[in-house]
Nanobody, 116 residues
Framework: QVQFVESGGGLVQPGGSLRLSCATT????????IGWFRQAPGKEREGVSC????????LYADSVKGRFTISRDNQNNTVYLQMNNLKPEDTAVYYC?????????WGQGTQVTVSS
């Protein structure tokens, strides 16, 4: 069964850091691109970052470029999102996602709150 489970969220002060994890099961992570999305209250879900299946090349939304880093550990079936210099506007529920065998899968999300 394909599953995505996010963890690592929490409350952090502006300027702080968090590392989110997306543990995957039920498929071979090596063969799929994985994306991180977020949804803030009252806003639409937006793409944050994704990592390629071909050469692990990353893409980032302009709002997080230079602050967030996506990476993958195929042996442990986990994708990470390192978030540095967090800002209040980064507050959201963060989700990982991929299309596996034609179906779109999402995790349950992990809450990130940036506040002093």
């Amino acid at each position: 069964q394909v599953q995505f489970v996010e963890s690592g969220g929490g409350l952090v002060q502006p300027g702080g850091s968090l590392r989110l994890s997306c543990a995957t099961t039920g498929f071979t992570l090596d063969y799929y691109a994985i994306g991180w999305f977020r949804q803030a209250p009252g806003k639409e879900r937006e793409g944050v970052s994704c990592i390629s299946v071909i050469d692990d090349s990353p893409l980032y939304a302009d709002s997080v470029k230079g602050r967030f880093t996506i990476s993958r550990d195929n042996q442990n079936n986990t994708v990470y999102l390192q978030m540095n210099n967090l800002k209040p506007e980064d507050t959201a529920v963060y989700y990982c996602n991929s299309v596996v065998l034609g179906s779109n899968y999402w995790g349950q999300g992990t809450q990130v709150t940036v506040s002093s």
